[in-house]
């Protein structure tokens, strides 16, 4: 059952952790490690070096499972949820699809057409999110840190074009798990229901990480925008 209400900085980071198990990959895109004992989330983001407004924005966000305060004008660093997404870049790239793809290949049988077939599209979905978070990562956040800096980028590029883009990348993911659960044979039913509630959870991970970026970030880069006069 999760707490009702959003957290502060003067509640302990164990009471936040216990009371909402999904914030732990949360905190380790923001550099906050376990073994924090009695220490406040205030306490522990400061010796991390967490902007702590930050740290609560997004918490309190992704917890707040009816997104009521989705429109608030929420205290948070721009440069803070930019770093926040770009390790979570890191996490699904380099660690979370490659464990799943991992687990998909031992709970499968490969001597099956429809299961070479899965792994297939699974890759061919793996590839997509690359490309989609790559281009975040060569064009958006450059912009952004110029922005940030106080330029007036050159060339016709808004944050706008972004928003066009972004499509929900979990959208495939969930027809992933759908042919899994119709068509898909296994040696083992634990293994391959192990790897159904891996994507199961990672289509949450991914369906949170696009609502910091629509709710927090674009927003945030649209007024920075009007303040450097970039979006005339």
């Known amino acids: 059952m999760y707490r009702l209400g959003k957290y502060e900085a003067n509640d302990p980071m164990s009471d936040l952790v216990c009371g909402n198990y999904p914030i732990l990959p949360v905190m380790s895109r923001f550099g906050i490690a376990l073994g924090f004992g009695e220490r406040t989330i205030g306490q522990v983001c400061r010796d991390c070096g967490v902007d702590t407004d930050t740290f609560l924005t ?9 997104k009521q305060n989705a429109e608030k004008d929420y ?3 721009v440069e803070a949820v930019l770093d926040y997404l770009h390790n979570s870049h890191d996490y699904f790239l380099d ?5 799943i793809r991992r687990k998909l290949i031992e709970a499968i049988d ?8 899965i792994l ?10 690359q490309k989609h978070m ?5 064009t958006v956040f450059p912009y952004v840190r110029g922005l940030l ?12 074009i972004f928003r066009s883009r972004h499509d929900q990348i979990e959208a495939r993911l969930t027809e992933l798990k ?14 391959l229901n192990d790897v159904l509630f891996d994507i199961f959870t990672c289509e949450r991970d991914l369906a949170s990480h696009n609502y910091i970026e629509d709710h927090l970030f674009v927003p945030a880069v649209e007024e920075l925008e009007r303040k450097t006069g970039a979006d005339r």
């Open 95 to 99: 660690f979370r699809f490659p464990a």
């Open 110 to 117: 490969c001597s099956a057409d429809v299961s070479l077939a």
């Open 149 to 160: 800096g106080g330029e007036h980028p050159a060339g016709d590029y808004r944050i706008g």
């Open 120 to 129: 297939r599209y699974y890759d061919e979905y793996a590839d997509e999110v």
């Open 134 to 138: 790559k281009y975040e990562e060569r």
């Open 178 to 191: 759908n042919i899994i659960i119709k068509y898909c044979p296994a040696d083992s039913s634990n293994e």
């Open 58 to 66: 997004v918490v309190n966000l992704l917890l707040d499972e009816e």
């Open 75 to 77: 205290v948070f660093s």
